[in-house]
């Protein structure tokens, strides 16, 4: 599976931003496709994530209510509607596909930057 991961840049701390995610090669053991972050002196972290065959959501606790993952499979992209991000979360983003947790296809980040 090839990942590609772009729509980041500059946003506001009270603005929106939407991530996209292109994805290519599609295969049995990418059925999950989730959104994690790095920022600069942090661990990444996972954000959000859900499956290409539909069903649940899932969200870390800081951005439950903000954000909000949703798939496309007509187009095969995965999203991430970030609205009023916070400074804290500027970071690069990566989108990442896998099973049962474990993830082996990774895209190559896009940097969001938030300004307070």
């Known amino acids: 599976v090839q990942l590609q991961a772009f729509g980041g840049g500059l946003v506001q701390a009270w603005g929106s931003l939407r991530l996209s995610c292109a994805a290519s090669?599609?295969?049995?053991?990418?059925?999950?496709i989730s959104w994690f972050r790095q920022a600069p002196g942090r661990e990444r972290e996972f954000v959000a994530g859900t499956r290409w065959s539909g069903g649940k959501t899932y969200y870390a606790d800081s951005v439950k209510g903000r954000f909000t993952i949703s798939i496309d499979n007509v187009k095969n992209t995965v999203f991430l509607q970030m609205n009023s991000p916070k400074p804290d979360e500027t970071a690069v983003y990566y989108c990442a596909a896998g099973i049962g947790g474990n993830y082996h296809h990774w895209g190559q980040g896009t940097l969001v930057t938030v300004s307070s």
């Open positions: 090669g599609r295969t049995a053991n990418s059925n999950a």
